[in-house]
């Protein structure tokens, strides 16, 4: 049964009134005989101390309660407002420069005025970062859930937003318990994951995509396969190629081991820490 704060406040002032009263009518008609006045007059403060404890107290827990979700649903509410004014902030301010950017470079492309320029590498630095800023305003308009680990919920929401715009199918296996990576860890694991993701949904073509972490006798490991067309391990652009250096050099920043791997068909980034 939900007990309003209204109802609640009523019954701490009337349940000492009313045990009183009960108290004085019951000896009064059926223990007198048996209970003198100065005992009964000692025994009425204990019965209502005692019925106090009995019911006030869970009042009070009830109260105190209601007064924690209330805090909660508060900051809550307090946070999602920042996240939406970030989000807006980062919309109508880097969102809309890199879009005026891309148009120029655009135009400039199409006018011939590059002048030796690696107009090609330039757009691709400015969708992929204009990537990073679209998906950076939905996780923040994502509204976090108290029920899982919070920063996943940046990974699912990646994932759902890929599964929406393709037929990518995205299993994964997170078994890593969140206090085995500091807060650093998981946003640079994070920003390897989103890399790689965004890399299979780019450039591989593939159908279905595993994402595996679990603990292992040193450290853990995470591990991104996808079932693509693939690429040659021993060519060089393909291994220097932006994206893929960005995860190594993240991966080795953190002195985290970095492989990029062709294995039954499928494409494998795997990122570890510890000895394997």
Known sequence: MIVTYKQN???I???PTLTIGVWEYVRHEFLLPYISME???WLAPVIVLLVSLLFLTKLFAMIEHNQEELNRAKAIRAV???REKIARELHDGIAQSL???????SQMDRMNQADGLP???LKESVHRTNDYVRQAIANLRHEADADKNPWLQGIESL???LQQETALEIETNWRIPETMLSSKERVELFAIIREALLNIHKHAEAKQVRIEARPTESGWMCQVADDGKGFNPDNMMIRNRYGIQMMRDRAKA???HFSLERKDGDTLVIVRKGAY
Do not use: P, R, V
């Open 80 to 82: 999602l407002e920042e």
């Open 159 to 161: 994932i759902d937003e």
């Open 39 to 41: 005992l009964g007059n």
């Open 254 to 256: 953190m002195s985290w």
């Open 13 to 15: 002032l009337t349940i």
């Open 119 to 121: 107009l090609h590498k």
């Open 99 to 105: 879009f005026f950017l891309n148009a120029q470079i």
């Open 9 to 11: 406040k009523w019954l």
